[in-house]
């Protein structure tokens, strides 16, 4: 399975809907993006917790109402791109692409009371939009992670593991759940198949060279995540 990262980031203004469109053309239907909480609690698509690197503003996601950050061009970071990015909310997104497969929502959380926010908007907006089976939130949180198991929370979740100082295949266990999201740097058969083996989704971000998705495959990885949907389509339908 091709995930494109943040839509296509490698084609596009990450985390906008061109992005996610582009990612649609290319016929890759799941997505990986990034959720921070606005003032207004609203969920709004973008990686960092600031403004300067996508949209050149100074400040925080958390300062600012949905509707001001609906409104901030977010195409800084591809130089030349021609028409304006806005920041788009989750809820923008479900609706403007009913034809996505499935999304991998990182929550960028980390206390108690923020874990409970965002968990409950994510789970009214996959709810209003019927979404149950084409979710899954992830998150390198371990608060959020024990926050979504202790309290009953009803959609699937993943550990996102960038360093692996502790066994990230145990670590996704212990906080119950169904995928394990891995830096391509921490991948080895045996790491992947003792995961498979937990019944977990691996799922290894970021390939964007064709030789290692290639390998990555080979070691039967469940999922890639890559800036470049469309080169990783043309790579798995030449060797299919």
Same mark, same amino acid.
């Given at each position: 399975?091709?995930?494109?990262?943040?839509?296509?980031?490698?084609?596009?203004?990450?985390?906008?809907?061109?992005?996610?469109?582009?990612?649609?053309?290319?016929?890759?239907?799941?997505?990986?993006?990034?959720?921070?909480?606005?003032?207004?609690?609203?969920?709004?698509?973008?990686?960092?917790?600031?403004?300067?690197?996508?949209?050149?503003?100074?400040?925080?996601?958390?300062?600012?109402?949905?509707?001001?950050?609906?409104?901030?061009?977010?195409?800084?970071?591809?130089?030349?791109?021609?028409?304006?990015?806005?920041?788009?909310?989750?809820?923008?997104?479900?609706? /403007?692409?009913?034809?996505? $497969?499935?999304?991998? %929502?990182? @929550?960028?959380?980390?206390? *108690?009371?923020?874990?409970?926010?965002? =968990?409950?908007?994510?789970?009214?907006?996959?709810?209003?939009?019927?979404?149950?089976?084409?979710?899954?939130?992830?998150?390198?949180?371990?608060?959020?992670?024990?926050?979504?198991?202790?309290?009953?929370?009803?959609?699937?979740?993943?550990?996102?593991?960038?360093?692996?100082?502790?066994?990230?295949?145990?670590?996704?266990?212990?906080?119950?759940?169904?995928?394990?999201?891995?830096?391509?740097?921490?991948?080895?058969?045996? /790491?992947?198949?003792?995961? $498979?083996?937990?019944? %977990?989704? @691996?799922?290894?971000?970021? *390939?964007?060279?064709?030789?290692?998705? =290639?390998?990555?495959?080979?070691?039967?990885?469940?999922?890639?995540?890559?800036?470049?949907?469309?080169?990783?389509?043309?790579?798995?339908?030449?060797?299919?």
């Amino acid at each position: 399975m091709i995930y494109g990262h943040r839509g296509a980031r490698g084609e596009a203004p990450e985390n906008t809907l061109p992005s996610f469109q582009k990612a649609l053309d290319t016929g890759v239907t799941r997505v990986e993006l990034d959720l921070h909480l606005s003032a207004d609690q609203q969920l709004m698509v973008i990686h960092d917790p600031t403004l300067k690197r996508t949209t050149g503003r100074r400040g925080k996601v958390a300062q600012h109402n949905a509707a001001d950050l609906m409104q901030m061009d977010a195409r800084r970071a591809i130089p030349g791109w021609a028409e304006s990015c806005p920041i788009p909310s989750l809820d923008q997104l479900f609706s /403007r692409f009913p034809q996505m $497969q499935h999304y991998q %929502l990182e @929550v960028k959380s980390g206390s *108690v009371r923020q874990s409970r926010i965002v =968990l409950a908007a994510v789970k009214e907006l996959v709810e209003r939009y019927q979404l149950q089976d084409k979710v899954v939130i992830t998150s390198s949180s371990r608060t959020l992670l024990k926050y979504a198991k202790a309290s009953g929370f009803n959609l699937p979740t993943g550990l996102v593991e960038e360093y692996a100082l502790l066994n990230p295949v145990k670590a996704a266990k212990r906080y119950g759940c169904s995928h394990l999201i891995l830096n391509w740097k921490l991948c080895t058969a045996e /790491r992947v198949e003792r995961a $498979q083996q937990a019944g %977990l989704h @691996v799922s290894v971000w970021t *390939v964007n060279e064709e030789a290692k998705m =290639l390998k990555l495959a080979d070691m039967g990885v469940d999922s890639i995540i890559t800036d470049y949907p469309a080169r990783a389509t043309r790579l798995f339908e030449r060797s299919a």
